[in-house]
């Protein structure tokens, strides 16, 4: 077994990405005066019991105005080392402008990167939501249900459509939908569509077309409000490489919303849920600063972990190996946006890649550890 994990303030994340389109300034400021004061709030808590994913829990969140949150982050790795990104992220921070970011990344076995990006405007996409999920998203499309989606974008110097089928069953924690506040009425919903999934399809890089395959997985979250008026720091570690599946959050809870950690964490194997629970501690280890903010934000060399759940007991080490990107969300605002938007939020999100071990067991017996590599994300957003 590990050491006993020390205790350093909890730490937290959340996904990434630069905004969109502008609004006036006038309409700017009346936001910013609008803004809710914060006032106390319920603890969260689930709002009914477990349930299968749904393809209702797969459509994007209608919103236009306010604070909210809906992101896709689906990644595949195929065989011969060539790796598929893909991402929606539909955003508001409640002031300035609202993004709808669709963007794509096929990193052929050589290295070379084939990008697709592009900012929607309402009347850009389209969704339909029936038997299954369609979404129109210009060049991009994701359609399906949770036992198989299908995404594809269309370039033309590159193309791709790649069909997911999970692995490992689609999960979502408690009851999937978390809901805050006197009313319940602000919620935080999380989807992990495939925690490990099998991926085939076809890619075209110029004239030549050729069939692929290899593993992925893929997770949706929704919330109607901004991630900072929700937490101050949201954290990741998510896998599918090795012999296990892993997504564990935490969600650093503002004073509005109740000021604690919200955690949760899944372990799957071959198609089998080996751990689920949100009783999770975590504790950062070998800490370093950001000195490129001048909020100097705190980065973990390693985190621990110490899980329960239904008489089992899960240990683990995550230890950052190299980082991957660096995003201040705030670099890509108008000079005027950021300063205002820096008076209730100042966003930095960091990725990094991370190996780890984890040791399931009863308590008394020590197994053997299971050993792989992940990505770990974090989003530090109010100081």
């Not at 570690?237 to 509005?256: A, K, M, N, W």
């Amino acid at each position: 077994m590990p050491p006993e994990p020390r205790r350093p303030p909890s730490l937290a994340c959340t996904p990434r990405s630069a905004p969109g389109r502008s609004r006036p300034v006038l309409a700017l400021v009346l936001l910013v005066l609008l803004l809710p004061v914060p006032v106390a709030g319920d603890p969260a808590s689930a709002t009914r019991p477990a349930a299968p994913v749904t393809v209702d829990q797969m459509r994007l969140l209608d919103a236009t105005e306010g604070s909210f949150l809906d992101k896709y982050t689906i990644e595949a790795r195929l065989d011969g080392g060539a790796t598929v990104y893909f991402s929606i992220l539909h955003r508001s921070f409640g002031v300035g402008r609202t993004e709808f970011l669709v963007r794509s990344v096929y990193k052929d076995e050589a290295g070379r990167q084939h990008a697709a990006e592009a900012r929607l405007r309402p009347g850009e996409w389209r969704m339909a939501v029936g038997e299954q999920l369609e979404l129109r998203l210009g060049d991009h499309a994701l359609v399906g249900t949770p036992a198989q989606w299908t995404i594809a974008v269309r370039q033309a110097a590159h193309s791709f459509s790649l069909t997911f089928r999970p692995l490992d069953p689609p999960w979502r924690p408690a009851a999937g939908r978390y809901r805050f506040g006197p009313r319940q009425q602000t919620f935080l919903e999380t989807t992990v569509l495939a925690p490990r999934a099998a991926v085939t399809g076809t890619v075209r890089v110029g004239d030549r077309s050729r069939p692929v395959q290899g593993t992925g997985y893929a997770l949706h979250t929704v919330a109607n409000l901004a991630p900072h008026e929700l937490a101050d720091r949201w954290l990741l570690f998510r896998t599918e490489v090795g012999p296990l599946s892993i997504y564990l959050r935490e969600i650093d809870l503002t004073e509005r919303w109740g000021g604690r950690p919200l955690r949760w964490l899944l372990v799957a194997r071959e198609g089998r849920i080996l751990f689920q629970g949100s009783d999770v501690d975590l504790t950062w280890e070998e800490v370093r600063r950001d000195e490129q903010h001048a909020e100097r934000y705190p980065l973990p060399g390693v985190v621990r972990l110490r899980a329960r759940a239904a008489g089992q007991e899960l240990t683990g080490t995550f230890r950052v190996t190299a980082p991957r990107t660096r995003d201040d969300l705030l670099a890509g605002l108008s000079l005027v946006e950021r300063t205002l938007a820096a008076l209730f939020a100042k966003p930095v999100s960091y990725t990094f890649q991370a190996s780890y071990e984890l040791w399931i067991g009863d308590g008394v017996t020590s197994p053997e550890p299971y050993r792989g590599q992940g990505v770990l994300e974090l989003d530090h957003l109010n100081p």
